[in-house]
């Protein structure tokens, strides 16, 4: 598309932008891990190991659509700022276990090796699908899942070559378990003490709710065994099938809270330019610049079920493990427990819970790891809307995107979710300060100096007289999405109000998503606000977190961030506000062609090939 050059709102001089950043693109996000084009959801085997941090990720190359063939993708940062593509970990290999996918897993190190354990599915449609499951292990399925293994080769630089074991980790799941589902492996690292691995699978009970199988073995990559159900849901919670279970042991935080940092001030002034409200309420609608209006007049956040805030259990102490599920259900939020993980089952009739991890409505599958000093860093799969549900996308080469790395930890019994530190690394020198400014009702307070659509807001805010204090981000161009991030001090509520409905107020499109969040009377508004063109990640300073997506189309003004900071029904104060504009995460020259070798040791579905195929009758059942 080239640069394209433009006289920005404030009458500055003319600026330039490049638009060039991995080609013709609209909103693809520049400072999230995703692959250069195509599909990408969950997040697999986060591992740090000699020295890097290595992401896989479910992909589907050549595709802005899900669809079988699904590969793992993978990433590795040193430093978890920049970050260089490498070519796929794990591809489907024809007449195999994985012949039609290579679904979400885990990795872990085995002595020094990484080892990935993932789920082989094939297609009953496929012509090469091989011999079914026998009587009692087949689930009845389109396809029939195979729980497989893969290690890393002696060598590897950056872990870029794998050899697929020839014989499945789990063959079949139990016999006679009336299960919906059989997948996603996830294996809590042993320590050195430990004599057995233990795996976690996601499932779910036809007619009863999700639940999480339990596997235990003395190899990661043979000898597992059926021990029983982590946990199960029922009628109370949500989803048939449980995919991605997690489970880890979470730091306890000092509830003390460290002081944002601020730099020296480049400049607070606040601009002469502002649009006029010509009518603004409590959620009412806020006038834009264009002579269009976001309507975010109060509509009821949908749910599929019932979710208490998290904000209710804070005085709660001693539930340290962290157990977490994805509930293939309509709605799609991930849920959490905490509580307590004992002789192999997680307590979950005495945890607190469940809660949604993210109060957002693009979070999916996300998937943990502990690194080198013994943080506990969690990525999601930030999810695209599909085309019929934001035609304002269009046709783009791409879906889908990794949030940024959260660290989680638990103060006053309640669940911390931070982005890492290093995440202020990627900011670049360009930056506006400022602090201790009125924001005045009814009239828009623009964000000055920073501008393009990837930017770290840090703002503290008092409530005054206000109803409601936030941010509104308006479109780039017409057509576009514009946004409304906003809290209502009395309810104590933070949402984002998104108007899809080409600004019509009286046009259906309108959405908005968020939550409760835990802010005492009387106490100052703490956000941390990761804008990177669509993706909009809100973290605020009492652990929450909403995460969606605003289209807002392409910015052609360099230094204008269409930002404005708002307030209805009263003044607020503007305490402190940092905002920077944000660095790509892939360097020059870093992203390469995903080019795989051969897998090495597949069994061909032949008679041949199945040479453990009576082992699979042997499987041990539940008792």
């Known amino acids: 598309m080239g640069n394209f050059a433009s006289r920005n709102r404030r009458g500055e001089k003319d600026c330039v932008v490049d638009l060039d950043f991995n080609g013709p693109v609209v909103d693809r996000p520049k400072y999230h891990v995703m692959p250069k084009s195509g599909w990408m959801n969950d997040p697999n085997g986060p591992i740090f190991y000699e020295g890097k941090y290595h992401l896989f990720y479910q992909h589907v190359p050549g595709k802005s659509v899900?669809?079988?063939g699904i590969v793992w993708g993978h990433a590795s940062s040193k430093d978890l700022v920049t970050w260089e593509h490498h070519p796929h970990a794990l591809e489907p290999l024809e007449g195999s276990l994985d012949a039609d996918g290579c679904f979400s897993g885990c990795c872990v190190v085995d002595n020094g090796t990484p080892t990935i354990l993932y789920t082989g599915v094939r297609r009953r449609v496929n012509p090469n699908c091989g011999p079914l499951p026998p009587a009692g292990h087949d689930l009845n399925l389109d396809f029939i899942e195979s729980q497989c293994a893969a290690v890393a080769q002696p060598g590897s630089n950056n872990l870029v070559k794998w050899k697929k074991l020839p014989v499945p980790a789990i063959p079949l799941p139990p016999k006679n378990l009336p299960l919906v589902g059989w997948r996603d492996p996830f294996v809590i690292q042993k320590n050195d003490m430990e004599e057995n691995w233990t795996m976690l699978m996601g499932s779910g009970m036809k007619d009863q709710g999700g639940a999480v199988m339990v596997?235990?073995?003395t190899s990661p990559t043979s000898g597992w065994y059926f021990d029983g159900f982590l946990c199960s849901g029922n009628e109370d919670t949500p989803g048939a099938m449980w995919e991605c279970p997690l489970l880890a042991k979470l730091p306890i935080k000092n509830p003390?809270?460290?002081p944002v940092k601020f730099r020296m001030a480049r400049s607070t002034s606040l601009g002469s330019n502002l649009f006029n409200l010509d009518q603004v309420a409590p959620f009412g609608n806020v006038k834009s610049r264009r002579s269009h209006s976001v309507d975010v007049t109060a509509l009821p956040i949908e749910k599929s079920f019932q979710i208490p805030s998290a904000v209710e259990h804070i005085e709660e102490e001693g539930r340290q493990h962290f157990f977490c599920i994805s509930p293939d259900a309509k709605e799609n939020r991930v849920v959490y427990w905490?509580?307590?993980?004992?002789?192999?089952?997680?307590?979950?009739?005495?945890?607190?819970?469940?809660?949604?991890?993210?109060?957002g409505d693009v979070v999916y599958a996300p998937?943990?790891?502990?690194?080198?000093?013994?943080?506990?860093i969690l990525w999601g799969w930030i999810r695209d809307f599909e085309i019929e549900e934001a035609p304002i996308r269009g046709e783009q080469d791409y879906s889908g995107c990794l949030s940024t790395p959260r660290v989680l930890s638990i103060t006053n019994g309640k669940l911390i979710q931070e982005p890492a530190p290093e995440v202020a690394n990627m900011r670049s020198d360009n930056q506006w300060h400022t602090e201790d400014i009125q924001i005045f009702s009814d009239i828009p307070t623009p964000v000055e100096i920073v501008g393009g659509q990837a930017i770290d807001l840090e703002l503290t805010i008092e409530r005054g007289l206000a109803k409601c204090t936030g941010l509104v981000l308006q479109p780039f161009q017409n057509g576009y999405e514009s946004a409304a991030i906003m809290f209502d001090w009395d309810a104590s509520t933070l949402e984002v109000i998104v108007d899809s409905s080409k600004f019509s107020p009286s046009a259906a499109g309108t959405r908005r998503t968020g939550g409760k969040i835990n802010l005492k009377d009387g106490d100052a508004l703490d956000l941390r606000i990761l804008i990177d063109y669509s993706s909009i990640e809100i973290f605020v300073g009492s652990g929450e977190v909403v995460t969606t997506r605003v289209y807002r189309g392409s910015s052609v003004m360099a230094s204008d961030a269409r930002i404005d900071f708002m307030c209805t029904g009263?003044?607020?104060?503007?305490v402190k506000a940092a905002v920077y504009e944000v660095n790509s995460i892939w360097g020059k020259g870093k992203e390469v062609p995903a080019v795989v070798e051969e897998p090495v040791g597949v069994p061909s579905l032949a008679p041949a090939g199945f040479a453990w195929w009576p082992s699979w009758t042997t499987v041990p059942t539940l008792s």
């Open 570 to 574: 009263g003044d607020s104060r503007l």
């Open 215 to 217: 596997y235990k073995s």
């Open 338 to 359: 905490l509580g307590d993980y004992r002789d192999g089952k997680f307590i979950i009739e005495d945890a607190k819970g469940p809660f949604f991890l993210d109060m």
């Open 256 to 258: 003390t809270q460290a």
């Open 367 to 376: 998937n943990i790891m502990q690194d080198d000093k013994g943080r506990q």
């Open 66 to 68: 899900w669809d079988f």
